[in-house]
Each structure stands twice: as structure tokens, then as C-alpha cells.
């Protein structure tokens, strides 16, 4: 009866012993995005920054131009001009009609030029894309496919300014990946441009990706294709660069948490995707870090969030720490004080930012809870968004 008394005790140790290891095991499958030290927010009880502008990139305007979907803004400052693009569609998303065009401010985004066009083909479509302002000159990188999303690829484009003319550069990166975030310099001369690979839509197979140049060479980028074993992807993503050190953010797709991965070698090689400890709804996140060292994500983040795409925020690092440890709220889908479309059901989606002389301003898709909508079917109703811009002043999200 002893020896079997001492054999049960060793069984139950062991059992304690593999269920300690399984448990630690799986705290260090998630990834920090998060300080542990701060409770994550609910939605109450973030604040809602002060002191922001606001105004319309382009209203949805099916009445007058045709237009239905529109998606993906980008944005850049380049010679005291903020331009602004986006994918525009006078048929269904991703069908192949889709166009890059874009538009021009010149009093820092409160008035917007013509609705211009960056590219776009007859059996081709060209789709929203990247900025790059770089020596003087202005590049586009967008993504182009056939048919659905079919043998995606990025196309540059080269903005001749004294014709006013978008000069094709031709394709310049492959294997199925399209840019989601502006390109960056790292410290090894090389630029990073964030994005995905659309393997099939609704295969769960898409991971995030990103596209990496030759030093200033921007007409043949190298697409690198972070690894997962996760399920249901739609790894839409953006990047922190800490020197060698980046971090790919991604949506998930199946959950409303953020997927995150590591890179120690600029890029070349990544950690296997994983679940981070930031709650994040399951929308195309961008980050990027502010002049004053902060780093910032903007989506939709804070405690119980679900797919619901119904309030913009954005969270904030303290200077050079590599999780975030604040959120604030740029604005809920009711927002009847303010310009542009205000709904209980506005999806605001799809950010993008550019910080200059002292502000932050953040493009994104609403879809004005639908309201004012052509009657259409399947991806004739999708994404019919008006694009909106909000302009913060940096000492409103970096105050202490």
C-alpha cells in the first residue's frame, strides 16, 4: 500500500509539473502588445482626444460620379501639399474595375482639388495603395490584380510634376502581396513596406507580409512572408521598427485580437505569427512612431471590443517602449458636432497616418451606416465608404 501510495503522489506531481509547463507554455504563445502593468480600457472609460479637426476627403456621391466603393486611404505630405488616395470602384470591391485615384489639398486638408487618377486598366485593376515622398519626388505603389484579386502584384507609379501625369514604373514586387503601409527607411539602408498575401479570400490563408527593397531601388522590392500556423488569416498588416528589430502587426480575422510577429534581422526572417495580448477589432490596424519617440496603432482597440468597426482610437506607447500603455478615442460613429458622415451603424475602418509639423493626420473609411446606399447585391454593397480625415495635434496623445 505504500508503494502505491508513493506512485500515486508521483503521478499527481508529475501531472502538476506538465500542467505548470503546458500553462506557461501558453502564456508565452502571446504575444505582448499590451503593458501587462495597465488594465486595458473599456470603451467608456477612454477619452476622447481634444482639439481635433476634422473634415471630408471625398463624400460618397454615387448620385453624381457613379462611384460606389471606396477604400483604403492613403496619405502623405510632400512639398507642402497633403495628397490623399484611395481604391475607387464604380462596380463591386476587388472586381476589375477597380482604379487608384486621389486627391489634393493645398490648405493642409480642409479643401480638396479634383478627383484625379493614379492608375488604372481596361482588363486590370489597379487598387488602393502606398505613398513615398523621397528625394524631391513622389511615388505610388499599388495593387494591381486580374479578375477577383487574382495574381495580385504591386505597380509603381512615378508622379511627373510638371505634367501632372503619373508615369508607370511597371511591376515592381509579386507573389501575391499587396502594400497596406507606407514604405519606411530602416537603419541598413533597405525600405519596409507592410502588406499581406491574398492567397484565396475565405481560405483562412492569407498572412501578413512585407515587401523590402534594395536599398533607394524602388523598382524591384522582395517580398518576404511571415510564417503561421494560426487559422482564419486575413493578415492585413503594419509594422514597428526598432533598428533591426520589427514588429508585424496583423488582423486576425476569426478573433478580434491582434496577430503579431518578430523580426531581428531587418526584416529577413520572422518569429511564427501569434495571438497578441491586445484586443483589436478585425479591421487593418496602422502604426507608426511619432517624432517625440511614441509609438502608435490605430484602429479599434480597448477591452471587450468584438468585430464591431463603430469607434476609431488610437493607442500610444510611452517613448521607445515597444507595447502600449494608453488609448484614446479620435471619434464614435455618432459624431453629429463634427463634419462627415455620423450614424449609430458607421463602420470606421482602414486608417493611415502622417505626422507633420506637430500633428497627426489620420485618414479612414466611413460607411455612414449605409444610409444614402445604392440598392445593389453581394460586392456591389460593399465598402460604399465616403473618406474622412482627422488632424491631431501631438500634445493632445502625448501628454503625460
Known sequence: YLFNDKVKTMKSVFLWIGFLCSFQSFAQEVFPLWDTTVNMPELNEIPIIENVEFSVIKPFEFSKDGYRFLHGVALIWHKDKLYASFGHNKN???????????????????????????GRGDNVAVSHGEFLSYNGELWAFHGEYDGIMEKLRVRAF?????????????????????????????????????????????????PPAVAISDGDDFTKWDVVVIPMKTEKVWGESTVIIDGSIIISVARWGKQSIALASKSNDFGQTWSILKPSN???????????????????????????VNKTRNTLTIAISRPGELFFSKVFVIRHSVFPEGVGESHPQAALAYPHAVEYQGKLYVGYSNSGGKVGRPIGKGRDTWNNNSAELAIIPIEMITSP
Open 92 to 118: 463591386g470591391e476587388n472586381t476589375v474595375s477597380e482604379e487608384a485615384n486621389y486627391r489634393v489639398s493645398e490648405d493642409g486638408g480642409k479643401t480638396w482639388g479634383p478627383v484625379k487618377t493614379i
Open 158 to 206: 512615378l508622379l511627373n510634376e510638371k505634367t501632372d501625369v503619373w508615369e508607370d514604373k511597371g511591376i515592381v514586387a509579386r507573389n501575391n502581396f499587396w502594400p497596406l503601409a507606407a514604405p519606411e527607411k530602416m537603419d541598413n539602408g533597405n525600405w519596409i513596406m507592410s502588406g499581406f498575401q491574398v492567397n484565396e479570400t475565405g481560405s483562412g490563408n492569407n
Open 278 to 304: 491586445l484586443p483589436m477589432t478585425t479591421s487593418k490596424p496602422y502604426t507608426g512612431q511619432l517624432s517625440s519617440g511614441e509609438y502608435y496603432l490605430i484602429g479599434t482597440t480597448f477591452n471587450g
